[in-house]
């Protein structure tokens, strides 16, 4: 099991900007030095919390900090850029940092980026971009000119023109035939999740479904993997998480809910998912749980990977006891105003939560 980190980001509006990506970079690098071996960076165009509105700047910046960790788009809004825009932007980050690119790709969530990019279409139309650019921008990298590809939304056209001076050229992605695919999951039985099972590229379940529902999401992607003739492969399959070692249970407990993540949730997460279709998700497989049930003390119980080291360790291995034995923890990226803490808590579970996971 490998670890990752996700970063929204989620700085809260009285950081100051600067000084939140610096911290990000410098802590992102660490954390390759503890053996983190890949980093996923959101793109949220409009808000003041999760301010990367273009996270592949932030990786490219990432890219001069780092050596080996693979470096994600988390995601890539398809739908709102043209594709040829978007797949040489990808492949010119392959370039600059050595082929370390992992390219996540959804519609996104956030309802005011659609309006501030003028597109205001209805949910079926808005999948069906994103499904028309991802196969646009897979076609550019696995093709060389001239092509002429006209959807239904987008056309990319490259003629040849004076080949003798490279005029007429897309440049691809250092990786053949392109960077990994990733596509994440928010639903319990997760349509996205199963299309990457289908397609065989990896996929990530987000921080939202309680872990004794996660097993919905593997049902999905092994579905998926199966329509195609595929087994399905739990090293294709990463989880996203809250996730704080500390020395003892209460301690872990009592920074969680008083002093780190769930201010993300109650002065941003809940308010924002309770604006669209999203906040359902936190209840898992039971819709018709009350709102008021959710809490940061029920993710404690429920979502969160918190504990001591023996407890961190056997959450862990009973998520994939019930489901299988997934390749990547990825770990929520919060605003940091202490790092000891943290610290501490990677400490902790590199040298002693890992050696207790059951391969």
Excluded at 21 to 39: M, P, V
Excluded at 123 to 135: K, N, Q, T
Excluded at 187 to 199: H, L, Q, V
Excluded at 204 to 233: C, H, V
Aim: glycine content about 8%; overall charge negative; hydrophobic content about 40%.
């Amino acid at each position: 099991m490998d670890l990752g980190i996700f970063s929204m980001p989620l700085h809260p509006p009285e950081k100051p900007l600067a000084q939140g990506f610096e911290e990000d970079l410098a802590w992102f690098a660490e954390l390759e030095e503890k053996g983190f071996s890949e980093l996923w960076a959101g793109e949220h165009i409009t808000s003041q919390w999760e301010n990367y509105p273009a996270g592949d700047l932030f990786l490219a910046a990432l890219a001069r900090e780092t050596k080996t960790m693979r470096l994600g788009t988390g995601v890539a809004l398809l739908p709102l850029h043209n594709p040829g825009a978007v797949a040489l932007r990808i492949a010119f980050l392959d370039q600059l940092s050595g082929g370390r690119v992992n390219f996540g790709v959804g519609p996104g969530g956030l309802t005011t980026d659609r309006p501030f990019l003028d597109v205001e279409v209805d949910r079926g139309v808005y999948i069906d971009r994103f499904r028309e650019s991802l196969e646009m921008i897979l076609t550019i990298w696995t093709s060389e000119a001239p092509y002429d590809l006209d959807g239904k939304y987008w056309r990319v056209n490259l003629p040849a023109q004076q080949q003798e001076i490279g005029l007429g050229w897309a440049m691809p992605p250092l990786q053949k035939p392109h960077p990994p695919i990733m596509i994440p999951g928010v639903s319990y039985r997760s349509s996205s999740i199963a299309m990457a099972g289908k397609r065989g590229w990896r996929c990530l379940s987000t921080n939202f479904l309680p872990n004794d529902d996660l097993i919905g999401q593997w049902e999905a992607y092994s579905e998926g993997a199966r329509s195609a003739g595929r087994e399905p492969d739990p090293s294709l399959w990463g989880i996203t998480r809250d996730v704080f070692v500390a020395d003892t249970d209460a301690e872990a407990e009592r920074f969680m809910l008083e002093c780190g993540p769930a201010a993300s949730y109650t002065r941003y997460m809940f308010d924002l998912t309770k604006g669209s279709h999203n906040f359902v998700h936190f209840k898992g497989s039971n819709p018709d749980r009350p709102d008021s049930d959710i809490t940061p003390k029920f993710l404690f119980d429920n979502t969160w990977i918190a504990g001591s080291p023996q407890t961190v360790a056997d959450k862990i291995n009973s998520i994939r006891d019930r489901t299988a034995p997934f390749g990547q923890l990825v770990m929520i990226a919060h605003d940091i105003d202490d790092f000891a803490p943290w610290r501490h808590s990677i400490d902790l579970l590199t040298n002693q939560v890992l050696p207790l996971i059951e391969s």
